[in-house]
């Protein structure tokens, strides 16, 4: 079957450089984003900007799934950091996704999960984590960055603050902590589409007052993308 690679971008610095290489393009707009569809180094992909935060992120690729048909979906973006040894600019590759802010603990169930739900930790497609693992060795970032293989937490708080970083991390021990993913996981876990997340560090989610988010977020943005760019050519 021919492969279509739905790519989700929180913002738009975390879209551009697969953007200014898109071919054939075709856009449409629905419910207020804009759908970019053509190829990328030969490969069918829709390129889509969902906007912040776990409802747009879902709603997006809800839309990927129903309206343009993707048969895998791929987001890329920054995050903060939490795994012990993660720096700013190593990277993520999600091993499953959950929400940290999900918690109905009091009715007896565990703090991200979700009631009346079989699953509340959505797991990565080992085939795309695995092009992920496969173009991070062919990039030069490889030499002074790491890339983990890990949880990613998503929840609608922007983490920048010592001690809910330790709070998360007691929950559900994650390697990196965002604000999409995991809605977008679950869309995908729901629709039957494998997924995977990948996050270069903008922050270590303990700043106080983000600066290194605010230093950082181009050039992670920019670099995740590069990635996704070369995990392309082996995911087509
Ligand atoms: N700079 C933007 C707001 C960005 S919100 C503005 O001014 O409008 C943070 C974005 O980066 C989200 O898309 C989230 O997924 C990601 N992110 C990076 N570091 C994060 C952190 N420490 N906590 C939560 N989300 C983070």
Redesign the pocket.
Known sequence: MQKKVGIIG??EIELNQLKSILQDKKETETAGMTFFEGTVSGCPVVLVRSG??KVNAALCAQLLALKFGVTHVINT????AMAHGLKVLDFVVSSDALYHDMDATGFGYKPTQIPQMECSDFRADPALIEAARNAFGRTGDSASHKMLLGRVA??D????DRALKEKIRSICDPAC?????AAIAHACYLNKIPFVIIRCM??M?DDGEETS??FN?QTAAALSATLVIKMLDTVK
């Open positions: 929180a913002m912040i935060g973006g920054i995050a903060g998503s929840g708080q922007f983490i920048s902590v965002e604000m999409e993913g903008s922050d989610a988010y605010t977020e």
